[in-house]
């Protein structure tokens, strides 16, 4: 089995905390997969100061969660450990 290690960034929207970027290790601690998402909902809060993601970032952003899912989907098996 492959490990991955994940981390999230997530924004404050008018439904709460949403998911704004993405980041996949393996386990040689490179990067395979690095994506900003477009949260559902408006922001109400890009938490900048601890997520690092501005509004300018996310403007022309067009992947979703769902988008996101897909591709990890593709990219891990049910063999594989994820820790977060």
Known sequence: ARMFGIDCEMVM???GFELARIS????AHETVYDKLVKPIKPVVNYNTKFSGITEAMLKDVKRTLKDVQ???QQMMT????LVG
């Open 24 to 27: 996949v290790v393996n386990e």
């Open 13 to 15: 929207t008018e439904d």
């Open 78 to 81: 049910s063999k594989d450990i």
């Open 70 to 72: 897909k591709d990890l």
